[in-house]
């Protein structure tokens, strides 16, 4: 501990005999201003007693700077191999600890308050979900928590069927998730897989492919035929329009209303070319597919009304 402290007070003793030296040099330029009234000889004589000053100066702010470094090199080598203090790269901070040259405060500082605003707006965020969704998911201390969704109970399996007559509705439990199998009499089948009371995704097939009573592992496997796989694409952009997040059961009553005006399908004829068949993807001949989302009008794809 003496041998560091008397380094130390050897390194500040040659910085004072640096910054000595520096001013002695300042001193010596100033101290003999140049004098246009003497002669050739005495302003040589001035100015070569000024050169050697200026020289020896120079020559001693060198020695001292030379002395500082030896001194500040032992006082490093003394501060790496102090093991009690574990600086690291962090210990160069303690370099220069004033705050107008050292810029890591200004650093840190911006990084807490960049936290600080991302965790208000995530606060902020998370309420807004929770208003607009009503089964949010509810956080604790635990870990997330999820609100119980209300089941899709045998009562309102029930009212669906007694909504939609002309429907076959049958509901199934598949993997801890409720599935139901709307049929359309003479046309197709719907696979309906529900999330809680909303529409997760939704399949058309043909009367003669597999159902799920039949085979409940080959739920998501798409219709062969090329009518069929059109409606399941048309079916779950109706169900992202039927969306409703304040009501989600909502979504259900109107993807079934859309459903329920595919009867007779591959009888009716577009309502704007007033045709049946309509050559469209794949050069294949397609009844009207399509439905409005308001009138529920039959039309095929190429023929609908741009919303």
Avoid at 20 to 33: A, D, M, N
Avoid at 45 to 64: G, I, M, W
Avoid at 98 to 108: A, C, S, T, V
Avoid at 285 to 306: E, F, G, I, N, V
Wanted: proline share 5%.
């Amino acid at each position: 501990m003496a041998d560091k402290k008397a380094l130390i007070e050897q390194c500040l003793g040659a910085t004072k005999g640096l910054r000595s030296s520096i001013s002695h040099v300042f001193e010596g330029l100033v101290e003999q201003p140049a004098d246009n009234k003497s002669s050739e000889s005495a302003e040589a004589a001035k100015t070569s007693e000024f050169v050697e000053r200026l020289k020896k100066n120079l020559v001693d702010v060198q020695t001292s700077y030379g002395a500082l470094e030896k001194s500040a090199a032992l006082v490093s080598q003394v501060i790496k191999s102090d093991n009690s203090i574990a600086l690291g790269n962090a210990g160069l901070l303690t370099l220069d600890p004033i705050e107008d040259k050292n810029r890591f405060y200004g650093q840190l500082l911006d990084a807490y308050n960049w936290h600080e605003k991302l965790n208000t707006e995530a606060k902020q965020a998370a309420a807004s979900l929770k208003r607009q969704h009503p089964y949010a998911v509810r956080r604790t201390d635990d870990g997330p928590i999820k609100r119980p969704r209300p089941p899709l109970t045998p009562n309102i399996l029930e009212a669906l069927k007694a909504k939609h007559i002309n429907l076959r509705v049958s509901g199934y439990r598949i993997c801890g998730s409720t599935a139901l199998e709307v049929t359309v009499p003479k046309t197709f089948k719907a696979i309906i897989m529900l999330k809680g009371v909303g529409i997760d995704q939704v399949k058309i097939r043909g009367l003669y492919e597999c159902s799920l009573m039949e085979k409940k592992d080959d739920i998501w496997s798409p219709s062969k035929h090329i009518v069929f796989q059109k409606l399941t694409d048309y079916a779950n952009s109706a169900a992202l329009h039927y969306y409703n997040s304040a009501e989600p059961f909502t979504q259900i009553l109107c993807l079934m209303k859309w459903l329920d005006s595919f009867h007779g399908m591959f009888s009716r004829k577009c309502t704007k070319c007033n045709q049946h068949l309509k050559e469209e993807s794949e050069n294949a001949l397609l009844p009207p597919c399509w439905r409005t989302m308001d009138a529920l009008l039959p039309y095929h794809y190429s023929c609908k009304p741009q919303s």
